[in-house]
């Protein structure tokens, strides 16, 4: 009872401190959260948030504000940041390659999918990493606050915390570790620029979906959201982008059939 009592408050407190939609509406902003080191999805060059999420929440912000003169205030994140940004109000939606897990969900509400993903391993071509049992007694390197990070703690692997995805690579690169853990997605971008680097194991563990963050009880957001993303689908803004966008970054080492959820939108008419 004092469990279900404690849930309640926390949801209700949840709500009460986010901004809703028509507050959002009024003020014409939409603040977002997106990381600055992670493209494809999210980076800051010169001064401009970039990438395929940033797009996103560019979709999402027009389709919200439409001639209302609205903008989306881009916020920056790391992994172990992004709960307490959405739970604490700093954004209003978090996009930041957030993968949709039971524990989060207890925490913050989750939009339908828009990506599947699978944790993939990026090691140093030579290094002879090619199947999950070859990491036994390696030390793994994963950012804090991950599924990749959850996944190998929970086996028992020697695993060793990393701030973002480029200081993990470095210290990939300056034998700090022998392996980095993280999203398929994440890690398939380094070797398309290092050739040095090779992902053998691509699609380790159950797959995953990335969803849009919403505070917890922020229903009429969370609504406005999922409605938005089933639109975008339908007018083919992901598959648009991810031939635009994501299959040039990984040089055709993305599958589109992997990663597109377009089928399971077809549901909704």
Request: glycine content about 8%.
């Amino acid at each position: 009872m004092i469990k279900k009592v404690l849930l309640f408050t926390t949801i209700f407190l949840s709500s009460l401190f986010s901004n809703s939609l028509s507050e959002i509406k009024d003020k014409g902003v939409l603040r977002v959260g997106v990381f600055t080191e992670q493209p494809p999805f999210g980076q800051l060059v010169d001064g401009a948030f970039t990438g395929f999420e940033v797009d996103f929440a560019n979709a999402i912000a027009q389709n919200l504000f439409r001639d209302r003169g609205g903008k989306v205030e881009f916020v920056a994140t790391r992994a172990d940041q992004r709960l307490d940004f959405v739970e604490k109000n700093k954004v209003d939606l978090l996009l930041a390659t957030f993968t949709i897990t039971d524990d989060r969900s207890k925490k913050i509400d989750f939009s339908l999918p828009y990506f599947s993903v699978n944790i993939g391993v990026l090691s140093k071509k030579g290094d002879g990493i090619k199947k999950e049992s070859d990491l036994r007694s390696k030390k793994v390197l994963v950012e804090s606050g991950t599924t990749a990070q959850a996944y190998f703690n929970l086996k028992g692997y020697n695993t060793v915390s990393c701030p973002n995805s480029n200081e993990c690579y470095k210290m990939l690169k300056n034998g700090a570790g022998d392996a980095y853990a993280n999203d398929n997605l994440i890690v398939l971008a380094y070797p398309v620029v290092d050739r040095s680097m090779e992902v053998n194991i691509k699609n380790l563990g159950a797959s995953d979906f990335l969803g849009v963050g919403v505070a917890k009880g922020n229903k009429e957001l969370l609504n406005f959201v999922n409605d938005t993303l089933v639109k975008l689908s339908k007018d083919g803004f992901f598959r648009k982008t991810f031939k635009d966008t994501i299959d040039p970054f990984y040089k055709g080492t993305a599958e589109q059939k992997y990663f597109l959820l377009e089928d399971i939108y077809k549901i909704f008419g």
